[in-house]
């Protein structure tokens, strides 16, 4: 079974640009986080969806933002990008909890977007 | 309000010895307890779960967590550390009242050769 994709995995920026990341999730997994890891700050959680509809929200800015399509598949957008954006972007898939025996709701991640704001 | 404390920003221990890594968390309802590893320049990896029942659970590489209730601590452990063991390891708690899932700072274990 083939695992959590992001692209890009490398991403460029300068400040006020806008990008966008994408996630496909594990087949079968209608559920999808993100979240902004740096070492300053550790794992933060952006936004998690679901079944296309935003079902759980970070304390980020509106300048992020995110959608899930209805093959599951998310995107999350950041418009006027600045500096303190420069982060490794996660996504992570899973089942609701309890969708499956024993399942709690585990998130399996893929490797992430490094995005670089210059 | 939900939360995981990793209280040990680094755990150093020889090659051979046991590990452990803390966690304590605090929730409203019942939680359901991760933890996570992550290799440099790797997303993080699902190690193991507590969802309810036996208090010490098992999972992949080795590694085991014995979950506390009465003291709301989730510690992650290993009998005999190896060096591929060396990485970032965090703490996740899922409260089943609102789905929300908050993970711990992390811990970054290092073992010695």
């Known amino acids: 079974k083939a695992g959590v994709t992001q692209t890009p995995r490398y991403l460029i920026k300068t400040r006020g640009q806008q990008v966008t990341l994408s996630c496909s999730p594990i087949s079968g997994h209608r559920s999808v986080s993100w979240y902004q890891q740096t070492p300053g700050q550790g794992l933060q959680f952006l936004f998690e969806?679901?079944?296309?509809?935003?079902?759980n929200k970070g304390n980020f800015p509106g300048r992020f933002s995110g959608r899930q399509f209805s093959n599951s598949r998310s995107e999350m957008n950041v418009s006027t990008l600045e500096l303190g954006d420069s982060a490794l972007y996660l996504c992570?898939?899973?089942?609701?909890?309890?969708?499956?025996?024993?399942?709690?709701?585990?998130?399996?991640f893929g490797p992430g977007t490094r995005l670089t704001v210059l | 309000a939900q939360s995981v404390a990793q209280p040990e920003d680094q755990v150093n221990v020889a090659e051979g010895n046991p590990l452990t890594v803390k966690c304590t968390y605090s929730?409203?309802?019942?939680?359901?307890l991760f933890w996570y590893v992550q290799y440099p320049n790797r997303g993080l990896q699902f190690l193991l779960k507590?969802?309810?029942?036996?208090?010490l659970v098992k999972g992949s590489y080795g590694f085991e967590a014995e979950f506390n209730k009465s003291q709301t601590s989730f510690h992650l452990k290993k009998p005999s550390a190896l060096v591929s063991d060396s990485a970032l390891y965090f703490c996740a708690v899922r409260d089943n009242r609102d789905d929300k899932i908050i993970f711990g700072k992390g811990t970054r274990l290092h073992i010695l050769p």
């Open positions: 929730v409203s309802g019942n939680p359901y």
């Open positions: 992570a898939s899973s089942f609701p909890p309890g969708a499956t025996s024993g399942g709690a709701g585990e998130q399996f």
């Open positions: 507590y969802i309810t029942g036996d208090n």
């Open positions: 969806y679901f079944s296309e509809t935003q079902r």
